[in-house]
């Protein structure tokens, strides 16, 4: 079983560009997230959603876009990326919060903004 | 006051050790809790789920005490491979960010 995949593991951007992290879950799972993880720190949630179709913001959503077009997928856009978005990124899903299940999660994309 | 807190670490015990760390959350209506592991640079791991009644999964065991809303975990016999940081989170449910992590605390056990 493949769990959550996340695509790429690494990445070098300079400012100002752009990408997208792909996260990819073969559990049909309803919930889908996007977390951010930087030294010294605890995850924060930047993006999650409840479906497909819908996404909200989390704790630290600006400079972040999201879109869920399919169930299996949750994809993590940088329109114009800064120096503070250098972090490791984690996807997790979870069947559904309002059942004591526990989160999966990739295993993260190192992201550097230079 | 952070939603989820934890002991601030690290620990640095010798093999065979007992350890323990506390985990405080601030919303009552919290309803499920998780302690994960972190390795060095990979994803989060599920350890064990919390509840109620308390927990045992081998040489560990979770606690959870509602009415003052912490959660603890035991380790015994630390084995070299217990070095990690250990994450306590917590699902709080109708609220949007479900899932709420603390910053971790990490473990260091010694030979």
């Known amino acids: 079983n493949a769990g959550v995949t996340q695509t790429p593991k690494f990445r070098v951007l300079k400012t100002g560009q752009s990408m997208t992290l792909l996260c990819a879950q073969d559990m049909n799972h309803e919930y889908m997230y996007w977390y951010r993880q930087d030294p010294g720190m605890g995850l924060r949630l930047i993006h999650y959603s409840v479906g497909e179709g819908t996404t909200a913001k989390g704790e630290v959503p600006d400079g972040y876009n ?3 077009l399919k169930k299996q997928n949750f994809l993590l856009g940088l329109e114009s990326a800064a120096p503070s978005q250098t972090s490791v990124y984690f996807c997790a899903s ?14 993260g994309t190192r992201l550097s903004i230079l | ?4 807190e934890q ?3 690290p620990f640095n015990v010798p093999e065979g050790a007992t350890v323990a760390f506390n985990c405080t959350y601030s919303n009552s209506a919290s309803q499920s809790f ?5 390795d060095c640079r990979k994803e989060p791991k599920l350890l064990m789920s919390v509840y109620s009644s308390g927990n045992e999964d081998g040489r560990f065991t979770a ?6 809303q912490y959660i603890s975990l035991l380790i015994r016999d630390s084995k070299l ?4 940081t250990y994450l306590c989170v917590v699902n709080m449910r109708n609220y949007g960010q479900n899932f709420v992590f603390g910053p971790g605390t990490r473990l260091s056990v010694l030979p």
């Open chain 2, 7 to 9: 002991d601030p670490g």
């Open chain 2, 81 to 84: 491979s217990d070095s990690a």
């Open chain 1, 66 to 68: 999201v879109s869920r």
């Open chain 1, 94 to 107: 979870s069947y559904q919060p309002q059942s004591p299940q526990p989160q999966h999660f990739g295993d």
């Open chain 2, 63 to 68: 606690q959870l005490n509602r009415a003052s």
């Open chain 2, 34 to 38: 998780f302690w994960y592991r972190q």
């Open chain 2, 1 to 4: 006051r952070k939603e989820v």
